[in-house]
């Protein structure tokens, strides 16, 4: 029960103090909401073109969103020495850093409301399998964030994490399939999009909102999980040589 107690006091104070700062309002809301408007803006209203763009805008958005929010609250613990109080509290590493991400998952999940939002007043959605569509939500805010906490670990300015952020984030928009397939593109390039567990989340919304993936959605799933394991042991494992040791 202590460690739910502390789990959750620490989430607490994370939006408390971290997740309306400036980096977090511009990159974590304001770009998310400003890309999904201009991409559906720009469909006029289709049908058709709106459910295809869904996916993708949704992934940005998560992606923004979570990364953002780690980029922010790591970096400034790490910067105020908070972070070593925090690990003289009676609870396991593990838990404490499953603590200082689940609010930056929670956070990349709700950007989603923003797309799906929009694209509600513009079509019907009923015929999306929201039981695939949740669960890939969350994969991807939690690779996300796993990827944010990966890219924080290593700077020691907020701006470092955004700046070190956008080399990844801003090729995964056109390497995962977000808004035109992957056999579209060039032969070089497509191995790398199978390296990017964006790819996976974007193959399952694709699958969710119009039937449009092209892999197995079990694949998908058990692979982003991977994705979240491997991710966060790493960055477990960095934080234990770079900060502890």
């Not at 603590?99 to 513009?122: C, D, Q, R």
């Amino acid at each position: 029960m202590s460690s739910w107690i502390a789990f959750w006091n620490i989430v607490r104070k994370d939006i408390k103090a971290y997740y309306l700062k400036p980096p977090n309002i511009t990159w974590g809301l304001i770009f998310p909401l400003a890309w999904t408007a201009m991409f559906f803006i720009r469909t006029g209203g289709e049908v058709e073109d709106v459910l295809y763009l869904l996916p993708g805008v949704t992934a940005v958005s998560i992606l923004f969103g979570a990364t953002s929010m780690l980029a922010v609250t790591v970096t400034f613990e790490k910067k105020n020495r908070s972070f070593e109080r925090l690990l003289l509290a009676p609870v396991s590493f593990q838990t404490l850093m499953l603590a200082k991400t689940s609010g930056a998952i929670l956070f990349g999940a709700l950007n989603v409301l923003a797309p799906v939002m929009i694209a509600l007043f513009l079509t019907d959605l009923s015929a999306v399998a929201w039981h695939v569509f949740v669960p890939a939500v969350f994969l991807i805010a939690a690779t996300s964030t796993f990827f944010g906490l990966f890219i924080a670990v290593a700077v020691n300015e907020v701006f470092e994490a955004q700046t070190y952020s956008n080399f990844f984030r801003f090729p995964m928009i056109f390497l995962c399939g977000l808004f035109f397939p992957i056999e579209q593109i060039p032969p070089l390039l497509r191995p790398f999009s199978y390296l990017l567990p964006l790819t996976y989340g974007a193959d399952m919304l694709h699958g969710a909102v119009h039937g449009g993936n092209t892999l197995s959605l079990t694949v998908s799933f058990i692979v982003l999980c991977a994705f979240c394991t491997a991710l966060f042991l790493v960055s477990l494992w960095n934080i234990r040589r770079k900060w502890i040791m």
